[in-house]
């Protein structure tokens, strides 16, 4: 069977995408038939993992199928190879979820795995996972979301003195990117920032980032740029692996 490595910013920006479909109050409901792990019998997600192998298009009579219900053998049979930070990142959010709200597991189990180096496919970014932590930080700030036309000028480095300045700077904050670092390159663009520090988006992605940051140096609040990039038709720009 032919697999694909799945990193912890990727995995990372998926389980967002799925707090952010649901809502980051939801809690995982225990079922009645533990032989049936991730989806209902009607086959819809039922957890947080649920939702991430769904959009990542694994059938739910594949796992019934296979009967496993540990998220370090669900992501190998569905043809997922996990790094160890991702590794962690499955294990932790899973045993959080049973107690924890989707939001607050997602964002510990982050911040546990990131105790772990990352490797180059830790890196790696698809414009599924980029828009769901554009969207969540969009989210987090509200001091920021709505900037004053001309306010945002685009030679604003994406961080200074350590800190995020912009939609791309938070979101390349909560991916967890070396702030000191970044603030010492003064990057303005977010796909050379994340170059110059050893990532690797997509096609796709790299369009994403290029609209936000275009709409928000036009005075566009968080949300509307984060929307104007999710409209944004790169069908002709082709996918990647990390889009699927």
């Known amino acids: 069977m032919t697999t694909r490595i799945l990193g912890c910013a990727e995995l990372y920006g998926r389980l967002r995408h799925a707090v952010n479909q649901m809502g980051a109050q939801r809690r ?20 947080l993992h649920g939702h991430v192998l769904s959009r990542l298009g694994v059938p739910a009579d594949k796992i019934r199928v296979l009967g496993v219900d540990g998220i370090d053998f669900a992501y190998p049979a569905s043809g997922f190879t996990l790094t160890e930070k ?3 990142l499955a294990r932790f959010s ?25 490797t180059s496919d830790d890196r790696r ?3 599924v996972a980029l828009l769901a932590v554009l969207r969540h930080v969009a989210r987090q700030h509200p001091a920021e979301m709505t900037p004053l036309p001309g306010w945002l000028p685009q030679d604003t480095p994406l961080f200074i ?22 603030s010492y390159l003064a990057e303005t663009n977010a796909v050379d920032l994340f170059r110059v520090l050893g990532w690797q988006l ?7 980032a290029d609209t936000v940051q275009e709409h928000e140096s036009h005075g566009a609040s968080w949300p ?11 069908g002709h720009l082709g996918r990647t692996q990390w889009d699927r």
């Not at 995982?28 to 039922?46: I, K, M, R, V, W």
């Not at 003195?161 to 970044?182: E, F, K, M, Q």
């Not at 509307?224 to 790169?234: I, K, M, P, T």
Request: no cysteine.
């Open 224 to 234: 509307d740029a984060v929307a104007a990039a999710e409209r944004l038709s790169v």
């Open 28 to 47: 995982t409901q225990p079922t009645a038939d533990a032989a049936t792990p991730y989806f209902s019998e009607s086959s819809g997600p039922l957890d």
């Open 202 to 208: 997509s096609t796709r992605a790299e369009a994403v």
């Open 125 to 127: 970014l698809g414009d």
């Open 161 to 182: 003195n350590g800190y995020p300045t912009t939609l791309l700077g938070h979101a390349a904050a909560d991916l967890r990117v070396n702030a000191i670092t970044a």
């Open 94 to 118: 899973q045993e959080f979820e049973e107690s924890w709200t989707w939001g607050d597991a997602a964002q510990t189990a982050a911040r546990l795995a990131h105790q772990l180096d990352d």
């Open 86 to 88: 991702a590794a962690r």
